[in-house]
């Protein structure tokens, strides 16, 4: 206990300095990291068992994560879970070179070997990785998400002053727009959530979509809201994996992907894009969006894989066109996100806070405490990481699209002015 507490202080002390961290022991002892400067938070947290600083510096993340998911890390004062994390992570930007220290090194070689043991995401292994984020339920992301889209994914702010609704109905338009729709197109959504995307797009263009996913609680509810949009007779969702669609010799003219690549797997991307290749048409086009990193490929962390996503992976920008370039996709035009998800985030945790009482009453206070703080570490992630959102539109064809972007901008300005009047979805919402 005694060498833990002081190599955890040793850590902090090099962590913190905006900012302040105060910590109050099992053994009654405290201690003071940082100076506040009136930007970064002042936290307060207490540790009511002795192992904590152990568990802490084997693997911070990990071991800060299930100290504060059983009760045995609280915070006190200065806010709660988002403020402490905010603090450790803002004080070690990504952008400046400096990072959280890592864990231990035996802990990081049996995180490597787990790792790679979760990656390959055979289609048997991958609708139990979806069930355990998406089936624990569709009551949990009501209460979460956006009511008009149901969109877990990062949304687009391009103005100030936005709320979550309207951010996820741009970032619906912005996508849409860069699909270069056509009337009489079939467009195909790999990992359609709760139809959101599909519906939006059936709404707004001449066209026929099919969504796939692997998760039976967002199957029925997609169905449903397509059903209650009145667009049931132009959308369609499958419980299919997307190798296996590919596998029937399917052929669409538009394929979008909304927060599903994370879950392929390194040793999959070069499957998934030779899958997206042979379900494009000739003059096809596809757009991805997908978490990323601004850095160079890593590994997923500890809590995330046990938690969160079990074999999910956060691409680099490298990884991800060298798979794409193996099947002779172009990347006719690629767009960061840096700190849209960071925002995104901060309304989602915003409104799990607002519902603390329903979603304990649903599960339990430590699965309340697992989501904040999961929740909490992905905006940090966002705000100072390594993290961002990649969108990445590709071709097949180098004369699919227009030479220049402006088509882009046009077709978003018109999708938009459509959205002022209220429609089916938006009605479906308040019900």
Known sequence: MIGAKRLLETMLAKAVKRGRLRIAYADGSTSSFGTPDGVM????IRFTDRNVPRDIVMDMRLGAAEAFMDGRLIVEDGGGIMEMVELLQGNNHWDAGQRISPPRFRRRMADRLKFLAT??????????NVAHHYDIGNDLYRLMLDAPHMQYSCAYWPREGMTLEEAQTEKLAHIAAKLDLKPGHLVLDIGCGWGGMAIFLARHADVKVLGITLSEEQLALARERAQAAGVADRVTFRLVDYRDLAAE????DRIVSVGMFEHVGQPQFETYFRCCARLMKEDGVALIHTIGRMGKPGTTDAFTRKYIFPGGYIPALSETVAASEKVRLIASDVETLRLHYALTLREWYQRCLAHKDQIVAMY????????????????????????????IQYVRNRRALPLHRDY???????I??????????????TA
Do not use: H, I
């Open 416 to 429: 938009m002015a459509g959205e002022t009047a209220p429609t089916p979805e938006k009605a479906l919402s």
């Open 119 to 128: 990656q390959f995401n055979k289609a048997t292994s991958s609708k139990a």
């Open 249 to 252: 010799g399917a052929q669409f």
């Open 364 to 391: 339990d206070e430590k699965f309340f405490r697992m989501w904040t703080f999961y929740l909490s570490g992905a905006t940090a992630a966002f705000e100072s990481g390594g993290m961002c959102n990649f969108q």
């Open 408 to 414: 882009m901008a046009e077709a978003e300005r018109m």
């Open 41 to 44: 938070p002042e936290v307060s």
